[in-house]
């Protein structure tokens, strides 16, 4: 609104009276007032998070994943993975596990299990903030593989999963996050990415040639 000060000066002018004015010095004081709650709830919680810090740090190399959001991992998990035997069973924990709702061998649903909302509702968020910014990062290009085939509600349950799968490795082992690198499905199975090219350049109406392409 800066751009429209003058304005705002002008279309105030004679109308602005002592009564709006008491009125919007009410508001200004309750904003401050709820300022100053948020600034000392802040520093209470950085009090609490002293003997974390380190996991904090760690977890904050996860992409996505801001302080705020490794301060709910923190105090939903205390940190401490050994309650976990494996991954699965903390994403068991969270909610993130698909449920197994099968009959005479017919999946009838897949859908995810009740666990720790608060836990979950950090990881939506972490997971929502790839979806956003997905280039240049394995968890965003996983998320972008997932979505083609299976829609954006199924790729950032499981871009939770990965988020929450990379959590117990690091703080089981103590470490910080080690992205693959956005081309890691392309490492992992060259031929694959290869036969997939071709195959949409085909469907465009390509006719193509491959050649291997000597070493510089």
Known sequence: MRPRIPE????L???FEEHHAFICNMHLERIDSITGWVNQLTARIDTAM????VAREFLATIPGVSTLVADVIVAETCADMSTFETPGRLASW???SPGSNESAGRVKSSRTR???RYLKGAL???ALSISRHPQGTYLGV??????????KMKAIVATEHSILTAVWHMLAQGECYHDP???FFTQKDPARTRNNAVRRLHELGYDVTLSTREAA
């Open 8 to 11: 705002l000066v002008e279309a």
């Open 13 to 15: 002018t004679g109308r």
């Open 50 to 53: 002293e003997p974390f810090l």
């Open 94 to 96: 969270a909610g993130l």
């Open 114 to 116: 009740p666990g720790n």
């Open 124 to 126: 939506g968020i972490a």
């Open 142 to 151: 996983r998320y972008k593989r997932i979505i083609v085939r299976r829609g």
């Open 181 to 183: 690198g956005s081309d």
